[in-house]
């Protein structure tokens, strides 16, 4: 049985990648609309922060970045290069986090390791490379 839960097909990948963590932009609602309006606000103590890391899985939806762990619901901004279409720059929201390297075992019993990272959830990806992506993913 598998124990997968996630949606959107993924593939293992070893991408460079440049993670930013770069804050939400202000909006100004209609004064009814802000009455009843609630949204969540990213973490922004590491905002501006800029770090080299490097996508393990990638699907349509989100990818596992190997970097320095950032805070749970930082918004960032991932640029990598993807092959087949070249450069991507997709928004994200920082849902977890492994803040240091682990192993687990296989069902075998053999060590899996696990690296520190991030998981971001796509908030904005081209549509091309989306479709790219699940092509690959397939």
């Not at 949606?7 to 609602?29: D, F």
């Not at 802000?34 to 770090?51: F, I, W």
Request: aromatic share 6%; proline share 9%.
């Amino acid at each position: 049985m598998s124990r997968e839960h996630r949606r959107a097909r993924r593939v293992a990948v070893n991408l460079p990648a440049v993670v930013e963590s770069i804050g939400q932009p202000e909006v100004t609602l209609h004064p009814a609309v802000a009455a009843v309006y609630r949204r969540v606000d990213p973490d922004v103590s590491a905002l501006g922060r800029t770090q080299p890391g490097f996508i393990r899985d990638l699907s349509t939806n989100g990818a596992f970045i190997g970097c320095e762990p950032l805070p749970l619901l930082s918004r960032v901004r991932v640029g990598f290069e993807l092959p087949s279409y070249g450069a991507v720059e997709a928004v994200g929201w920082v849902l977890w986090g492994r803040e240091a390297d682990c192993e687990v075992p296989d069902a075998l019993g053999d060590p899996v390791p696990l690296p520190r990272g991030i998981g971001v959830l796509f908030e904005a990806m081209p549509l091309e490379a989306r479709q790219i992506v699940a092509r690959m993913a397939r």
